[in-house]
C-alpha cells in the first residue's frame, strides 16, 4: 500500500473531518500529524516535512493561497492534497502554484477517492 510508513500531515479545521480524514489515512498504514489551521501547517511542514500533506481550502485566519505560498518556502517538492467543497478554484491553484505537485479531492469523498489522489502523489 503506498501511504504505509509516510508521514501525512492532515490540516483541517472541523474537528470532525479531521478525525475522519486521520482514521482513514491510518487505516492506510500511515502516521498521521494534525494542524488545525493554515498557520499551524506551515509550521509543521517545515519542521516534520511530512511526505505528504492534505490541506483544507477554508481555514480561519489564512487562506489556501497564503499557506500554499509559506509551505513552498519551506519544504522541497512538497505534495499537497486540496480537499474542498469549492472545485471551481482547481485550475487558479494550479496556475497559481503550477511548480508544486498538487492533487485535489472534492467533499463530500469516500476513502477510496482519497487514498486513490494520495497514493498517485506519492507515486509522482
Not at 15 to 22: G, K, L, R, V, Y
Not at 116 to 124: P, Q, T, V
Given at each position: 500500500?503506498?501511504?504505509?510508513?509516510r508521514?501525512?500531515?492532515?490540516?483541517?479545521?472541523e474537528?470532525?473531518?479531521?478525525?475522519?480524514?486521520?482514521t482513514?489515512?491510518?487505516?492506510?498504514?500511515?502516521?498521521?500529524v494534525?494542524?488545525?489551521?493554515?498557520t499551524?501547517?506551515?509550521?509543521?511542514?517545515?519542521?516534520?516535512?511530512?511526505?505528504?500533506?492534505?490541506?483544507?481550502?477554508?481555514?480561519?485566519?489564512?487562506?489556501?493561497?497564503?499557506?500554499?505560498?509559506?509551505?513552498?518556502k519551506?519544504?522541497?517538492?512538497?505534495?499537497?492534497?486540496?480537499?474542498?467543497?469549492?472545485?471551481?478554484?482547481?485550475?487558479?491553484?494550479?496556475?497559481?502554484?503550477?511548480?508544486?505537485?498538487?492533487?485535489?479531492?472534492?467533499?463530500?469523498?469516500?476513502?477510496?477517492?482519497?487514498i486513490?489522489?494520495?497514493?498517485?502523489?506519492?507515486?509522482?
Open positions: 500500500m503506498p501511504l504505509t510508513g508521514t501525512i500531515l492532515v490540516t483541517e479545521d474537528p470532525d473531518q479531521q478525525e475522519f480524514i486521520a482513514m489515512l491510518e487505516d492506510a498504514g500511515a502516521k498521521v494534525a494542524a488545525h489551521n493554515g499551524q501547517a506551515m509550521e509543521l511542514a517545515a519542521s516534520i516535512r511530512p511526505d505528504l500533506m492534505t490541506l483544507d481550502i477554508n481555514m480561519p485566519g489564512t487562506d489556501v493561497f497564503q499557506v500554499l505560498a509559506g509551505i513552498t519551506t519544504s522541497p517538492n512538497p505534495r499537497i492534497c486540496i480537499v474542498s467543497g469549492r472545485p471551481e478554484l482547481r485550475q487558479v491553484i494550479m496556475d497559481k502554484f503550477s511548480e508544486v505537485e498538487i492533487g485535489f479531492v472534492d467533499k463530500p469523498f469516500t476513502r477510496d477517492t482519497l486513490a489522489e494520495l497514493g498517485r502523489l506519492i507515486e509522482g
